[in-house]
């Protein structure tokens, strides 16, 4: 099973961009999804979540800017992000919890991350 993330980009600060996530492998059932971003020297933080009854959850930091959703049957999960502002800047990456035709349960499956840059 693999997240592969794109969208990432540089942009300035009242832009959008859209970061795309998109699962592949002998994927059984999809979970909650969500994105996280990592600034240089900080850590990683959850951006917004959404479970697979399409409940949301954002972070304070991107309420009312930034918008999660997901489609089951391609195996995405999406990031609409608009205002963007310059510490927006960061490494995103998408997060899902899956579960597999070939094995037991379901685990944490991270993506590489894709960088986002806003410019003041």
């Known amino acids: 099973v693999q997240l592969q993330a794109s969208g990432g980009g540089l942009v300035q600060a009242g832009g959008s961009l859209r970061l795309s996530c998109v699962a592949s492998?002998?994927?059984?059932?999809?979970?909650?999804m969500a994105w996280y971003r990592q600034a240089p020297g900080k850590q990683r933080e959850l951006v917004a979540s959404?479970?697979?009854?399409?409940?949301?959850h954002y972070a304070d930091a991107v309420k009312g800017r930034f918008t999660i959703s997901r489609d089951n049957a391609k195996k995405t999960v999406d990031l609409q992000m608009n205002s963007l502002k310059p510490e927006d800047t960061a490494v995103y990456f998408c997060?899902?919890?899956?579960?597999?035709?070939?094995?037991?349960?379901?685990?944490?499956?991270w993506g590489q991350g894709t960088l986002v840059t806003v410019s003041s």
């Open positions: 997060n899902a919890i899956l579960s597999r035709y070939d094995s037991i349960g379901s685990r944490n499956y």
């Open positions: 959404i479970s697979n009854r399409f409940s949301t």
């Open positions: 492998g002998s994927i059984l059932s999809m979970y909650d």
